[in-house]
């Protein structure tokens, strides 16, 4: 959208001072963005996007679909095939890594194995010529936001991978980026670690107000962190918007599917709508509209029960139940019913 904006207005005005970028709209922007590594079909197509200053992004999407593509290209890490990357306004698509402000959380975490949590996170600042006096303060109050500072002295082998990973984030922040990139920076922790990680992120990216780009295939993961969930396939764009409202109303079936808890439903008038799953109830009411089929799934979660009915065309729809409300009459693998929701419900998909 910038580009063709450029094309229209005047010449820009000569190169401003570096304090300009205070009045920034936007942490980064990919404007066209494609990236073709072979003959074959893009791992990335022509894929458009504005972050907002201070947001937590999630990139969501199986495997394969263009996710750590797109953020080794905001690092400067892969070449871009077509397209532009800004970041606080400032085009920056063929700058070196370190001109960038971007910084790049790995998943393996690559710390010094012979450093101490302080040394590897003062690192960067050692390299830039910082005092030893200077960086050791700088990195202790790094680790303090991280909660490592008890742990300062402890080299990477005398510590768990949860708290590897946080002088991992440390090491990654003391250098001040503009936006900090993750990709899957919570797949290798246990499902409760995992959680209270996330919880940490959220707070330290709402704490030094810049955004992080994190890259998940965990719907769970998305929703809990971002501002703005960008959901993908197939190497574009299916949906971009607040968790809520992604959630709420996706624009088409992959993004309604993807993100689970959705019916995918032919509608009476003919195209596709979904359905959330706690909306629908098993039996057949007045005003409602029903599908005939089998129980094919039952599914105890605690505090809701998951029941999927498989119809006459074999699709598969689900209806999450209260638990009282299944246990109060409950169904049996195999048994014919009917599946029913209010159309009112429906939300039309593209
Ligand atoms: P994701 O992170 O969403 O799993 P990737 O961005 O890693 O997806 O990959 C997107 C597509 O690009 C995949 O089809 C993958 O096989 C291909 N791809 C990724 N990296 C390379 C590479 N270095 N060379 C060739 N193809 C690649
Ligand atoms: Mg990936």
């Known amino acids: 959208m910038t580009l063709a904006l450029k094309t229209e207005t005047p010449p820009p005005a000569p190169a401003k001072p570096r304090q300009v970028t205070q009045s920034h709209r936007f942490d980064a922007e990919l404007v066209a963005v494609t990236k073709r590594y072979g003959p074959g079909a893009p791992a990335v197509d022509n894929i458009s996007l504005r972050i907002p200053r201070g947001s937590y992004c999630c990139l969501l999407g199986p495997s394969g679909c263009g996710k750590s593509t797109t953020l080794r290209m905001l690092a400067g890490h892969e070449e871009v095939s077509d397209g532009a990357i800004l970041i606080h306004d400032q085009e ?41 006096a200077e960086r050791r303060a700088k990195a202790k109050e790094y680790l303090e936001l991280v909660q490592m500072d008890h742990l300062a002295e402890r080299l990477p082998s005398q510590m768990s991978g949860g708290q590897q990973q946080r002088v991992a984030l440390a090491r990654s922040l003391i ?3 503009k936006v900090l990139l993750l990709d899957e920076p919570l797949s290798a922790l246990d499902p409760f670690l995992r959680i209270r990680m ?5 707070r330290i990216q709402k704490e030094l107000g810049i955004s992080f780009i994190h890259v998940t295939h965990s719907q769970d993961e998305a929703l809990a962190l971002a501002d703005l969930v960008v959901v993908m396939n197939n190497a574009v764009i299916m949906q971009a918007g607040a968790a809520r409202e992604v959630y709420e109303t996706p624009s088409n079936a992959f993004v309604a599917r993807f993100l689970g808890g959705h019916n995918v439903v032919q509608r009476a008038g003919g195209g596709e709508a979904s359905v959330r799953a706690d909306q629908c109830v098993i039996g ?3 005003g409602l509209r029903s599908l005939p089929g089998t129980v094919s799934m039952i599914e105890y979660q605690g505090t809701a029960v998951r029941v999927s009915v498989t119809g006459t065309d074999d699709e598969e729809l689900t209806a999450l139940m209260p638990t009282s409300a299944f246990f109060n009459d409950a169904l049996e693998l195999g048994q014919s019913v009917m599946l029913s929701w209010d159309p009112a419900d429906e939300h039309p998909l593209a």
């Open 284 to 286: 057949a009411r007045p």
């Open 175 to 177: 250098t001040r980026p």
């Open 92 to 132: 920056i698509t063929h700058a070196p890594p370190v001109a960038r402000g971007t910084s790049m959380m790995f998943q393996d975490y690559a710390l010094f194995p012979h450093l101490s949590a302080l040394d590897n996170v003062a690192f960067s600042l050692k390299v830039q010529g910082v005092s030893r």
């Open 198 to 202: 996330r919880a940490e992120l959220k």
